[in-house]
């Protein structure tokens, strides 16, 4: 399967998020990442329902739609109304996390589950099956640009590892300090969906770095 890449629209331009967002329609992003974050699970805060529902109303691609909050139950359906594709919720932030998939899942969204670094993929086996793609952190959750734990590439060997023996589907999805130093590295290791912020909207040509990271 052909890498997909998932722009993080925390690095965009919020002064002209219409043009990020069209930005991303022209190149050739499979989806549209979306960082959610509440000041409470993570250490900043960055935007919630209004600004989702513009990026939705320009957005041609999936909304990939990460939540870095706690009790994130409370508010799946709204995430659904609000035009997400895919869900996905923090396991550190989930203490009944079979029960928080199921719910995504009735809802008609995609499921995935985020772990942070120290989270050990092997918590995972157990709802392996029931996932649509887990969202490996390879940096702490909470700000973009910063820089990418090395450590990521074992997780990732064994996640897909898990994921093979057990017949799931799930994708694998690598977000934070993604670039073009590691993302053959990480394709090689078994990732399907690199996340890339900064270093898409930093460059100077942002649809053009989209298809290097593709060509990798
Ligand atoms: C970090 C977010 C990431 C972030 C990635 O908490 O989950 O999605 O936007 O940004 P970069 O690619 O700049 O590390
Ligand atoms: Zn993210």
Redesign the pocket.
């Known amino acids: 399967m052909h890498i997909q890449v998932a722009p993080?629209v925390?690095?965009s331009d919020f002064g002209n998020l219409q043009a990020a967002i069209e930005m991303i329609n022209d190149s050739e992003a499979d989806s549209i990442?979306i960082?959610i974050?509440d000041g409470v699970f993570?250490p900043?805060i960055s935007f919630g329902f209004p600004v989702l529902e513009a990026i939705k109303k320009h957005a041609q691609k999936p909304l990939d739609v990460?939540l870095?909050i706690v009790n994130p139950d409370h508010y799946l359906s709204a995430f659904k109304e609000a035009g997400a594709e895919t869900i996905t919720v923090h396991m550190e932030a989930c203490p009944h996390l079979h029960r928080t998939i199921q719910a995504i899942h009735e809802l008609g969204c995609k499921a995935g589950v985020?772990i942070n670094p120290h989270t050990n993929v092997e918590l995972l086996r157990d709802v392996i099956r029931d996932l649509d793609q887990v969202?490996i952190?390879?940096?702490?959750?909470?700000?973009?640009?910063?820089k990418?734990i090395e450590h990521t590439y074992e997780k990732v060997r064994n996640l897909k590892a898990i994921i093979t023996s057990s017949g799931s589907e799930a994708l694998i999805e690598i977000?934070?300090?993604?670039?073009l130093d590691n993302a053959y590295k990480l394709i090689d290791a078994g990732a399907d969906i690199l996340?890339?912020?900064?270093?898409?909207?930093n460059a100077e040509d942002p649809a053009a770095t989209i298809s290097q990271l593709k060509e990798h």
Request: aromatic residues 12%; glycine residues 18%.
């Open positions: 993080s925390l690095a990442h960082d974050m993570v900043n990460h870095m985020a969202i952190m390879s940096v702490n959750p909470g700000f973009g640009g910063q990418f977000d934070g300090g993604v670039n996340v890339a912020g900064s270093f898409v909207f």
